[in-house]
């Protein structure tokens, strides 16, 4: 509950915040909001993450305090996790040593309570959405370069207001934050229309290796397109986007590559199934129509498996 947040963030100074590794636009402008809400009321606040701030969100304000380490040390009293279902989501080691309380800060359906303090909200369209209350909670001014954060972080976890999920709520909360100074037409450009030319190459790649079943398609990459077009991790980001804007189609699954073999997996769907179910059977999770997983190679049985869960869940009308 947000009351136990508050009260944690009364009794403690000196905090450290983090979010899952690989991350994504509600991971790091939540993150980058937060910190910068705690430091509003004299708190010491350090940002860590496991990898680099993708390059879309650098431009966002405060990013460049993200210090990237794959270990805590410092005598922080508490840790502020965001959007993760355990601390090994981090990638980020010690966050649990030397006595620090814990506080859990996500909304996904497959969240888990794995800290001391757990505010779980699955009816927040966004993390960012959770923030911004915590922010209205402690009284804090919204400033542009806030607002311009969790509008950042609401745009793209809502898949620009497309994802089920997306309510009147969520709109009313983009008018707050546009009215505190967020600009959603620049925001968008920088989002949108900031790609790397590698990413355009590797969806080029990606769109090459489409396959479809009835309603369901799916898509991949090799390590030999990622050295092909000098694409990096957060390239993959959003492809699985393109394969679901297909007419009839219902669900999209994107696959990468690993270099020990392994896949990970991004799932969409238009809301007529629970990728978030889906992933979850696989050690994965997320949201409804927005999830993920990894699965063992070779791409065929990792294609197999996941293809053969969605359509039994489909026979007996889960």
């Given amino acids: 509950m947000i009351t136990e947040v508050l009260k944690t963030i009364g009794e403690h100074q000196r905090f450290v915040l983090t979010s899952h590794a690989r991350p994504d636009g509600d ?14 009321i ?3 606040v350090d940002v860590v993450m496991s990898d680099p701030v993708p390059v879309i969100y650098r431009p966002l304000p405060f990013s460049d305090r993200v210090m990237q380490t794959p270990e805590v040390n410092g005598s922080y009293e508490a840790a502020i996790i965001l959007e ?36 779980i909200d699955p009816r927040a369209c966004a993390t960012a ?27 793209t976890d809502t898949g620009s207001f497309c994802f089920q999920g997306t309510t009147e709520h969520t709109f009313v909360l983009a008018q707050k934050l546009v009215r505190a100074g967020a600009d ?14 590698s990413k355009m190459r590797l969806l080029g790649a990606a769109l090459g290796t489409l396959r479809r079943k009835d309603d369901l398609v799916w898509m991949f990459v090799s ?31 994107f696959f990468r590559e690993l270099e020990d073999g392994r896949y990970r997996v991004s799932l969409r769907s238009k809301g007529a199934v629970d990728v978030s ?4 059977q696989f050690g994965g999770g997320g949201h409804e129509c927005a999830s993920g997983c990894s699965l063992q190679g070779p791409l065929s049985v990792a294609a197999e498996k996941l293809i053969a869960e969605i359509e ?3 026979r007996v009308g889960k």
Wanted: hydrophobic content about 45%; overall charge neutral; proline content about 4%.
């Fill in 84 to 119: 993760c279902d355990s601390l090994q989501r981090t990638g980020v080691r010690g966050l649990d040593s030397n006595g620090r309380v814990l506080v859990n800060i996500d909304h996904h359906q497959s969240a888990k309570p794995f800290a001391h303090v757990n505010w």
């Fill in 27 to 40: 991971a790091v402008g939540s993150l980058l909001a937060a910190g910068q809400i705690l430091r509003s």
């Fill in 184 to 197: 959603p037409a620049r925001i968008a450009q920088k989002v949108y229309f900031a790609n790397p030319e």
């Fill in 42 to 44: 004299g708190k010491e």
């Fill in 277 to 280: 179910s889906i992933a979850a």
């Fill in 312 to 314: 039994g869940r489909r």
């Fill in 223 to 253: 390590q030999a397109h990622m050295k092909q077009c000098n694409a990096l991790p957060e390239d993959c980001e959003g492809l699985a986007n393109y394969a679901l804007g297909i007419v009839d189609v219902e669900v999209a699954i």
């Fill in 129 to 155: 959405q959770m923030i911004f209350e915590l922010g209205d909670a402690l009284g804090v001014k919204m400033t542009p370069d806030i607002a311009t954060c969790l509008y950042t972080a609401v745009l």
